[in-house]
């Protein structure tokens, strides 16, 4: 079983259709969570932190579950420009494991 | 804004040749990583280290080695290049010992073995 699972989709919803991305990880002690945005042969690039009150950034809410181990990633009103593959990423003790990544296209 | 310089974004090469991949941080961070990154595979981590002259093997360390003789700066080495190592290489980092603050990734290497 991987570190940290993710859904690879794809995921082909309308321009300003709500999407939602789950993850889930196996260590309990992971200390820190993240979501990042990869395009196509480009690197990954930080989206938001995620944390367990819940956090919002414009059309992105990101929740933690510690729990159920899970975190989730809710994009609403979709844009053509949320295209991309997104990467669930959790840490402890410096090291960073990454999920293999969901690909999202959005469709005019 | 962090900036994470990665010498090349498109390499060839051939196989048996020793391949150097640099990688170069302005932000002062202790912690630098090198991973790769195939379709299906997702990233691995090839070696991470926290300090200069310090080294860590990460999950896929087989056919690498690194070197950090300054803060700033963390190369990869391929020793023997095959073409099993053609791949998308990413260098990372982050500030603080063990920290877990997000990974700032330099722009990737394209890297072709022939």
């Known amino acids: 079983r991987k570190e940290v699972e993710q859904d690879p989709g794809p995921f082909n919803v309308p321009e300003g259709a709500t999407v939602a991305f789950n993850c889930t990880y196996s260590?309990?002690?992971?200390?820190?969570f993240f979501w990042y945005r990869q395009d196509c042969r480009k690197e990954p690039k930080l989206l938001m932190s995620?944390?367990?009150s819940g956090n919002e950034d414009g059309r992105f809410t990101a929740q933690l579950n510690r729990a159920s181990q899970y975190i989730s990633l809710l994009i609403r009103d979709s844009k053509l420009s949320d295209s991309a593959t997104y990467l669930c990423v959790v840490t402890n003790a410096g090291k960073s494991t990454f999920g293999d990544g969901t690909t999202l296209t959005v469709k005019p | 804004d962090v900036k994470v310089t990665q010498s090349s974004r498109y390499l060839v090469k051939r196989t048996g040749e020793k391949v150097f991949l640099e990688c170069v941080q302005d932000m002062d961070h202790e912690n630098m990583f090198w991973y790769r990154q195939d379709p299906g595979l997702g990233l691995r981590l090839i070696y991470f280290s926290y300090d200069v002259k310090m080294k860590e093997k990460g999950d896929i360390p087989e056919g690498y080695s690194v070197s950090r003789e300054k803060k700033e700066r963390f190369s990869l080495i391929l020793e023997s290049a095959s073409t099993n190592q053609t791949s998308m290489y990413l260098c990372?980092?982050?500030?603080?010992?063990?920290?877990?603050?997000?990974?700032?990734f330099g722009d990737g290497t394209r890297l072709s073995i022939l």
């Open positions: 260590n309990s002690a992971s200390q820190s």
């Open positions: 990372a980092s982050t500030p603080g010992v063990y920290s877990n603050q997000p990974q700032h």
């Open positions: 995620v944390y367990s």
